[in-house]
């Protein structure tokens, strides 16, 4: 058993020091079985496992890792975001409430659209990066859940988790914070209040572009923490060995890569700022941004990989510039050590994304060779 006053950059390269005691090996084994052995006795041979649904080691050891990272007391894997955030929608009774952010990934606000209107749940969206906005809604509602995304994507709004937090409560609701771009080691949205902290590990956390998954800790064990462990049990929405496994490898080197994205992030923020061929540039990291203060007393060691800037001359100006770049992949998705870059209004036409913003994740290459390739970019129209 590790000490638990380890700092998280210890935690992740000693994987919470999981060694695999049957071969000796420094790294822990996938043990890819779905059912589990009994003795002559019926005795389970070991007593922790007996079906994959419920019971994997290397799923056990990604949520060991995660909780120790987000100062969680729990934390359950799932297979991908989504379905982390369903899980946490589902134990919402039909005929209830719930106030979620506006503006957030767009894949999060379809679905709750969705589910709120099957379920009969009422949903109030609302602009939680402006705290006023959501004290007055929350001041008058009875709700079961607040479901905030901060920063968020593509619009990289912050939202102050203390004072949503304060919200919440008023109106009877516990607090959810959606914190992918945040990372676990930028922010510790438990830390702040909230009581749920979900993320994506599609991204950051795994940071390959080659596992999706999802990711729920909670501060404490409640019974709608139990709910949704008894929910992702028996209703099946668990996270594979393998990529559990793949995981638990990745988050080795998670605070090296965060580190080198934020910094790499800042560094493009300031050239982009500075362009003459770029109307605005979002990122809590540039002081121009109006919630920089906030971020930079809720974001401890950057400000994050994510960011969007709009392009002078509209949405074919935009798409040339993206047509143009050679590093950044055009592709959807965020926080891989590649650079990637996306035409939001293409996915999300009628949500009043601008046709001329560009939402760039910036990745660990090498810095010069990132500015070189936006600068040609920008110049060659
Ligand atoms: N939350 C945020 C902020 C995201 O960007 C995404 C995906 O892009 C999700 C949740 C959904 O995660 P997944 O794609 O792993 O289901």
Known sequence: MQRNDL???????????????????????????????????????????????????????????????????????FPSGMAAIAAVFRTVPNGGAVIVQSGIYWGTTKWIRDFCSRRDITLH?????????????????????VFVETPSNPWLKT??????????????????????????????????GADLVMHSATKVINGHSDVLGGVLSTRVRTPVWEAICMDRNEAGAVMGPFEAWLLVRSMRTLPLRVEKMCANAMAVAEF???????????????????????????????????????????????????????????????????????????????????????????GIEDIDDLIADLSQALQGG
């Open 159 to 192: 939202v102050d988790i203390i004072a949503a937090k304060a919200c919440a409560e008023s109106c009877g609701a516990f607090l959810v914070v959606d914190s992918t771009a945040a990372t676990p080691l930028l922010t510790q949205p438990l830390a702040l």
């Open 7 to 77: 700092k998280p950059a210890t935690i992740a390269a000693h994987a919470a020091g999981a060694v695999d005691l049957a071969s000796g090996g420094v790294v822990p084994p996938i043990q890819p079985s779905t059912t589990f052995v009994r003795d002559r006795d019926y005795q389970l041979v070991n007593e922790d496992n007996v079906y994959l649904r419920s019971h994997n080691d290397a799923v056990r050891l990604g949520e060991e890792i995660l909780s120790r990272l987000e100062g969680a007391e729990d934390t359950q894997l």
């Open 272 to 362: 982009l700022a500075a362009h003459p061929e770029v109307e605005e540039v979002l990122y809590p990291g540039l002081p121009s941004h109006e919630g920089h203060d906030l971020a930079g007393r809720q974001m401890q060691g950057g400000y994050g990989f994510l960011m969007s800037f709009l392009v002078k001359g509209g949405r074919a100006a935009a798409l040339a510039v993206a047509g143009r770049l050679n590093l950044f992949h055009r592709a959807t998705s965020l926080g891989g050590v590649e650079s990637l870059v996306e035409h939001r209004h293409t996915i999300e036409p009628h949500t009043g994304i601008p046709e001329n913003l560009l939402r760039i994740s910036i």
């Open 125 to 145: 969206e609302v602009d939680a990066s402006d705290t006023g906005a959501l004290q007055a809604l929350c001041a008058g509602l009875k709700a079961q859940l």
